[in-house]
């Protein structure tokens, strides 16, 4: 074999490990949007289903259009979640291909989006609570000055969620960095760094376990008014943190769902390499 060609295959090499470097680890995904009228997913092997009898009998499920404002001028389903008022309430989810992450004994690298509408005045609205029998405080909410956050992680500017206005908003997390951040509508309005929160209060039952990986909707503190009534379009998980620009180009509340993933970029510019490559080998060539 000539030096040019053995040059050839070795660049040929180098370009595919470049390439699967490139590519991050897979990555579980589950998404419901409720189209079915029911609790069945959309997308992936994942699980959800009511915490107690009372939960199915509360909610409700419908179309938009009327009394509730479409999303971006189109028709979308949703789930109604009215305010659970006992610790039993709440939605479990099961996530069923996704294992322990990000170096510890449960799931500590994940991103939960929700596509949501508050409708009423602005209240204390819990998002998802880690423990699924609902025995502390939730672990994410909307406040009651339409802030997003939790004491321990912060919390994002006041009034960045208005009543009755669909968002996308979005909890990212390697707890083993330290790292959350928040996102409404693709955007970033608060982050968290510091110490490791590795498989601390945050991190979530993985397959490996018994237990419902996590509960939505509900938390356990009776002593004031902590649940407001919501409508959800839909409600998607990816265990792994997602990328601001991931999130940037996921963007706001979208009646057709959340989910596909857009690749991540760094797959492109192994592909851009491998392209230029192409090129150079086309150019000697000639």
Partial sequence: ?????????????????????????????????????????????GVMTYADAETGTLTGFGNTGGGVPNINGEVAAYMHVPALANLGNGYHLKLNDSGPNGGGDYINQYTIIFDILSPGSINWTPFFNAA???????????????????????????????????YRVA??????????????????????????????RFALYSNEDVEPSFLLFNEG?????????????????VDRRLSPAELLVLGGPNAQGILPIPEPATVSLGLVGWLAFAGMWRRRRG
Avoid: K
């Fill in 1 to 45: 074999m000539n030096t040019t060609a053995i040059r050839f295959w070795r660049g040929i090499a180098a370009t595919m490990a470049f390439l699967a470097c490139s590519q991050p680890g897979r990555a579980a995904s589950y998404e419901w949007n409720f189209s079915a009228g029911n609790l069945s997913p959309t997308l992936g092997n």
């Fill in 221 to 237: 503190d009776l002593s004031g008014q902590y649940t407001h009534e919501l409508y959800v379009s839909s409600v998607a998980f």
């Fill in 132 to 166: 699924p029998n609902n025995g502390n405080d939730a672990d994410w909410y909307i406040a009651d000055d339409g802030s997003l956050g939790i004491g321990v992680l912060g919390y994002s500017s006041a009034g960045i969620i208005a009543p009755d206005t669909w």
């Fill in 171 to 200: 909890f990212a997390a390697d707890l083993g960095a330290g790292t959350v951040s928040y996102y409404v509508n693709g955007t970033s309005v608060h982050d968290r760094t510091g110490g490791s929160l590795i498989d601390g």
